[in-house]
């Protein structure tokens, strides 16, 4: 069987032109992913502000917030350099999904998702999951 001579040399998968586009949105995505990342990490990394605080007085050990803030500023981390190395920003959002699904089984057990006030807070760990699956099939794609 014949080949188009433009199908044989380049990879197989997506066209140029479209793993260009979504290599664009993965990096998009990967920066404003780890920057929510690395601000959401680094008060609990450093049990200071009253995020850990109140983690904390909700029963959550200094240990485990200190442990949660560190894997959010490591998957920032791995986010930026996936850009480069994207098996490492894969896994860093996949990583982060799986943290930020914690965090949702987290707010659910004490009832924010019917508190008003609190609502808010713990809509954020919804979309940021979500974001983190599409940084990683994005990364995925455009490889």
């Known amino acids: ?45 450093q049990l200071k502000g009253s995020v850990p605080e109140g983690l904390i007085a909700k029963g959550l050990s200094s240990g485990l917030v200190r442990f949660i ?24 959002a996949i990583g982060l999904a799986v943290v930020m699904i914690g965090a949702v089984r987290y ?7 019917t508190n008003s006030e609190a609502r808010g807070a713990a809509t954020a760990p919804i979309l940021f999951a979500f974001v983190a699956v599409a940084a990683a099939l994005t ?3 455009s490889q």
Do not use: C, N
């Open 69 to 92: 803030g560190l894997a959010e500023i490591a998957a920032a981390v791995g986010l930026v350099v996936g850009i480069w190395w994207p098996p490492l920003g894969i896994a860093a």
């Open 139 to 141: 990364l995925t794609a």
């Open 1 to 45: 069987m014949l080949q188009h001579p433009r199908s044989a040399v380049s990879a197989p998968g997506l066209p140029l032109f479209d793993r260009i586009i979504v290599y664009i949105a993965a990096v998009v995505l990967s920066v404003l992913l780890a920057l929510f990342s690395f601000t959401a990490g680094a008060p609990k990394a």
């Open 107 to 113: 707010h659910a057990k004490w009832g924010d998702y």
